[in-house]
């Protein structure tokens, strides 16, 4: 995020969030988190002309300015041992964890302070969200699994509306990858082999199911018009087939 690497250490230990100089390396701002252990990688969004950087935790969801570290905003509501990597959209950062309960929250940026349970949480809903794979926002939809099944819940992004609720894919099994979007297509890859393709819509509908023959944990990526998945033995390209010379 901008000149600095952004880590942050929650553990049972001292946790604490570091800004790093991309060119050298040296501290920049180093705070101090009241966190146990948590995994989310935070992100970086650009509010009123200022860079903040935002970290999801069991305790608070944290907003920190990236140039002092001064803490931004904060907001309580999830679960403990956040996994999921908020995603910032529609003038909103979505947070979303669940080990041992639910939480999702469209939580507005441009404010300040405390604002835990306040009018800046602007939707939010308390079942079936995931435990390791992060959310996905395409479009104006948001959608996420239930903790690590392959059972997807997709809402409007803007007011939280439900487009549809638990619907499971039947083969992919569990999930630890996070879904990806492309060409109106949202890709499952489940840790079986098995990649179920939905539909981009309102409406549930699966277009297609494919299989490697291997275990995946690891994210998909998209790269132009080629799907790259890591596999526990090998990394695959998928695409279309190159038109012979």
């Known amino acids: 995020a901008g000149d600095a690497v952004i880590v942050v250490m929650d553990h049972e230990g001292d946790s604490f969030i570091y800004a790093l100089s991309k060119k050298t390396g040296q501290t920049i701002w180093k705070k101090g988190r009241d966190e ?29 300015d990236l140039k002092t570290g001064g803490l931004v905003w904060q907001c309580s509501g999830q679960t403990g041992n956040v996994i999921p990597s908020p995603v910032v959209g ?22 300040t302070g405390d604002l835990s349970g306040s009018d800046a949480i602007s939707w939010q809903v308390n079942e079936a969200t995931p435990y390791v794979p992060s959310p996905l926002l395409y479009g104006d939809r948001f959608y996420v699994c239930f903790g690590n099944r392959a059972i997807i819940s997709c809402y409007n992004a803007r007011t939280g509306k439900a487009n549809f609720v638990k619907q499971p894919l039947e083969e992919a099994g569990g999930i630890y990858a996070s879904p990806v979007g492309a060409a109106n297509r949202i890709y499952f890859v489940g840790r ?35 799907l790259f998945l890591k596999g526990k033995t090998h990394l695959y390209c998928i695409a279309k087939p190159r038109e012979k010379r």
């Open 90 to 111: 529609f003038g909103k950062v979505f947070c979303t964890s669940g080990f041992r309960g639910s939480a999702l929250q469209a939580i507005e940026l441009g404010r």
């Open 192 to 226: 079986n082999g098995v990649c179920q393709v939905i539909r981009q819509a309102e409406e549930f509908q699966v277009l297609a199911t494919n299989t490697l023959d291997d275990k995946f944990d690891a994210s998909p990526a998209i790269v132009g018009d080629e």
């Open 36 to 64: 146990g252990t948590s995994w989310a990688t935070p992100v970086a969004v650009e509010v009123d002309g200022k860079i903040q950087v935002i970290a999801s935790a069991m305790k608070f969801v944290r907003s920190y």
